[in-house]
């Protein structure tokens, strides 16, 4: 009888305890993230040269181009820079302003004035062509097949050229024009595009302003899916600027960013709508994605975050020591900006007592 009494205690003692409040558990989430931080790091090169672009094919390896025909190459994320071309800052070459690849062997720098280099293992180099007019740069389909946009000057047609032999020569496939409504009239404007962008060897985005009446602009965006043999060219509504930039991140969801510096605007139907961000202090020219989970624009001392498609930026004050011309983000995690003076920093995540001579504290998802 005495043993049934203690078997039935114990077993009462041991349900209460598993049916007691349990310890509450600090959230997985919170937990991993307050073990990292994301920072922005100097990775200069070692010598004083205005550097122009950066394209990357991954995290770590990265081309960037710049002042005195320079072309720089990492595989370390800018840990150490080696000099592809150029690099010497008494040189008296032309700046190289463009550079593309298409994979790590596959690739395309270019001058203001229209010289196009190009390489086919990712380090030797050599001039394959010059095209005339002012040139925004090339984009590359394929090893053979790429697209070069040209304009004659800031108030004329853009003419889009096509290669299919690497770059060494290229033919006009067609020239930019818009069906617009200005002041409630139909007009048929020709267009001035800036910037383009390929996701695939099909899908592209442009774009540009078209001039109209009392000297104002009008934002003109275009889209293909045929590799640039055809586009269809809209306005975004209500705009009076042009646009400098697009990003986009899959075929529906994208930015533009205009020419004012106020106003960037973001789609998620492929350009068939655009709404404006949330005005806060926002960045003109200078944007890097990250697989649209990070959008940041630089402009002076400010840097705005956004972690939501470019529905509202976060802003920052961001001392940098020299002027920004380029950023990019190979993907959400790692992101690099070059300058004036050989100035790189990259955005990484990093441990939380993680430190480094002249990091900058970043935001993170």
């Known amino acids: 009888m005495m043993s049934t009494v203690i078997l039935s205690l114990a077993f009462s003692l041991m349900s209460s305890e598993a049916q007691g409040p349990a310890p509450k558990a600090t959230p997985a989430k919170a937990a991993v993230a307050s073990k990292y ?22 995290p770590e390896t990265c081309w960037v181009v710049g002042d005195k025909s320079t072309i720089l190459h990492t595989t370390n994320g800018g840990k150490t820079w080696q000099a592809q071309l150029g690099g010497d800052p008494e040189a008296t070459d032309d700046a190289l302003t463009r550079v593309h690849f298409l994979d790590a062997k596959n690739g395309w720098a270019m001058t203001a004035g229209g010289k196009i280099l190009g390489t086919r293992d ?22 053979q097949t790429g697209l070069e946009l040209e304009n004659p000057d800031s108030t004329s047609q853009s003419t889009l050229r096509r290669s299919e032999d690497g770059g060494k020569t290229w033919k006009p496939v067609s020239r930019c024009s818009v069906n617009a409504v200005v002041e409630g009239l139909p007009r048929k404007l020709d267009c001035v595009l800036r910037t383009a962008q390929f996701l695939s060897a099909t899908i592209g985005f442009a774009g540009g302003g078209s001039g109209i009446s009392m000297g104002g602009e009008v934002a003109t965006f275009g889209k293909t899916n045929d590799g640039g043999q055809s586009w269809t060219m809209s306005t975004l509504p209500e705009t009076k600027w042009r646009i400098t930039d697009v990003n986009f991140w899959t075929e529906k969801d994208g930015i533009a960013v205009l020419s004012n510096g106020e106003e960037v605007h973001w789609t998620a139907d492929a350009g068939a709508t655009w709404t404006r961000s949330v005005k806060q202090r926002l960045w003109p020219s200078v944007y ?11 402009k002076d001392s400010g840097i705005g975050y956004s972690f939501n498609g470019g529905r509202n930026f976060t802003s920052r004050p961001f001392k940098l020591p020299a002027e920004v011309n380029d950023v990019t983000f190979p993907d ?15 955005y990484r995540i990093v441990p939380i007592d993680y430190t480094s001579p002249g990091m900058i504290g970043a935001m993170a998802q």
């Open 37 to 58: 931080k994301a920072i922005w790091e100097p990775v200069p090169f070692g010598k004083d040269i205005e550097l122009k672009a950066i394209a990357c094919v991954g």
């Open 122 to 143: 990712g380090s030797t180099w050599a001039e394959l062509s010059k095209v005339s007019g002012t040139t925004k740069g090339v984009w590359f389909l394929s090893p």
């Open 288 to 298: 890097g994605v990250g697989e649209g989970k990070i959008i940041v624009g630089i």
């Open 332 to 346: 959400a995690r790692h992101g690099y900006l070059v300058g004036r003076h050989a100035m790189v920093y990259r």
